[in-house]
Every structure is written in C-alpha cells, then in structure tokens.
C-alpha cells in the first residue's frame, strides 16, 4: 500500500494550489483519507479528511473557508484544493489513510498508511 503526494510548489500569499494524493496497492475506497502538514520546528497537524463516498468533511479552523477536500474513487485519489495561501500554510503536506471501516480522526497516531509529502511555500 502506498501513497503518493504531488502538488507542492512555491507561491505568493493569496495564490492556490492543488495538492493529490494517489493510493496505489490497494483500494481505498472505503478509508477515510486525511492532509496533514508540519511546518520546521513544530508538530505535525491535522489539516483536513474526507470519507471517501465523500459525504463526511473535517477541517482545521485554520483553513476552514480556504481549502477543501475531495475525492475521486475512480482514480483513487484524494485532492486538497488550497485557495487564499497565507505564509503559515507553508509546511510539508502530507496524505494519509486509516485502515478499512475506521471513521475520521485528527490525530496522526490514528493513520497507517502516509505520503511521502510534498512541500508548500508561501512567499510574503
């Protein structure tokens, strides 16, 4: 089972960008799928997760209004959509998975299967 995060880059305050997340090795198509980040020198933090019927979305209130989840199943991806960028979103993003049946959680230790991460720099 593995993930696979893309997306990140290099941009200015008040600019967006995509990040996706491809699970490959298995099908997910019933795990709850999360973003997660950690900036240099702090935690790492829950950002935002999606059931994968897609009918269940958690946010942080830090990007509540500015990113949204969504998942496709046919392609066995999950994207986060990041509008709006401000400087503390720059991080490295990463995607993780619970395993089979398990509901949302933010806590990091509740996800088996991650990325590899993918950074996010936002200039001021």
């Known amino acids: 089972v593995q993930l696979q995060a893309s997306g990140g880059g290099l941009v200015q305050t008040g600019g967006s960008l995509r990040l996706s997340c491809a699970a490959s090795g298995g099908t997910f198509s019933s795990n709850v799928m999360s973003w997660f980040r950690q900036a240099p020198g702090k935690e790492r933090e829950f950002v935002a997760a999606i059931n994968r019927r897609g009918s269940i979305t958690q946010y942080a209130d830090s990007v509540k209004g500015r990113f949204t989840i969504s998942s496709d199943n046919a392609k066995n991806t999950v994207n986060l959509q990041m509008n709006s960028l401000k400087p503390e979103d720059t991080a490295l993003y990463y995607c993780?998975?619970?395993?089979?049946?398990?509901?949302?959680?933010?806590?990091?230790?509740?996800?088996?299967?991650w990325g590899q991460g993918t950074l996010v720099t936002v200039s001021s």
């Open positions: 993780a998975a619970r395993k089979f049946g398990l509901s949302i959680t933010t806590a990091y230790v509740g996800y088996a299967y």
